[in-house]
């Protein structure tokens, strides 16, 4: 799926309420935090190492990696109109290993563009969906009324996530092969409430993970 993505025009406060730590269904630890622009090298990384099929699914285009230009938009982000978040996966010191999970969303108005993307070998753990959860929170707390995102019409993975936060899939602008997901916020805050989280403490939910 494809995010529309603009250079920030102005810098507000980094969004610390989006610092988190979560244990995966499978006992794998991640930090999530908003990201910075010194993490573009570990951006690019993350990219390069998805597979071929993720990294179509997510830019809805056969590339290999970010170019410097799209690099610095996803990396030298406001937090106000272009919000993203990465998960850092920890080895067993505790140190980071490097990115294996980014969601952002670009406001324009009271819509934002969304998209997600999980490394290839941390899908189907709940990465995804925890990641998905504190987005849309975040957006409904700071004036977002609707997400919208574009996916590839076989993204199953992504259209199952999309639609378990009462998202409805809609016809794409960019044509046929695209669908497009829509979440109204005010709808589906259920499902993105701290209580929705995971049954045991500190571990994110089970199920579809996006890998576009």
Not at 46 to 60: E, G, N, Q, T
Not at 83 to 111: H, P, Q
Not at 185 to 199: D, E, G, N, Q, S
């Amino acid at each position: 799926m494809s995010a529309r993505i603009e250079m920030p025009a102005t810098r507000a406060r980094y969004p610390g309420a989006l610092i988190d730590r979560l244990m995966l269904a499978d006992d794998r630890c991640v930090v999530v935090r908003p990201v910075l622009a010194i993490d573009a090298p570990a951006e690019q990384d993350f990219v390069r190492a998805l597979s071929v099929d993720s990294r179509h699914k997510r830019f809805l285009a056969a590339l290999v990696e970010l170019p410097p230009t799209l690099l610095r938009q996803m990396t030298d982000v406001d937090h106000e109109a272009h919000v993203a978040i990465v998960a850092e996966a920890l080895d067993e010191a505790g140190d980071s290993i490097g990115i294996v999970a980014d969601a952002r969303y670009v406001c324009d108005g009271d819509t934002a563009e969304f998209a997600i993307a999980v490394a290839d070998a941390w899908q189907g753990v709940g990465l995804g969906r925890a990641l998905m959860q504190r987005l849309l929170r975040y957006a409904a707390r700071h004036g977002v009324a609707t997400l919208v995102a574009d996916m590839l019409v076989g993204n199953t993975a992504m259209s199952s996530l999309a639609t378990s936060f009462g998202g409805r899939l809609v016809a794409s602008p960019y044509g046929p092969g695209v669908t497009r997901a829509r979440i109204e916020l005010a709808r589906a805050a259920r499902a993105f409430a701290p209580t929705a989280v995971a049954a045991r403490a500190g571990r994110a939910p089970s199920g579809a993970t996006a890998a576009a």
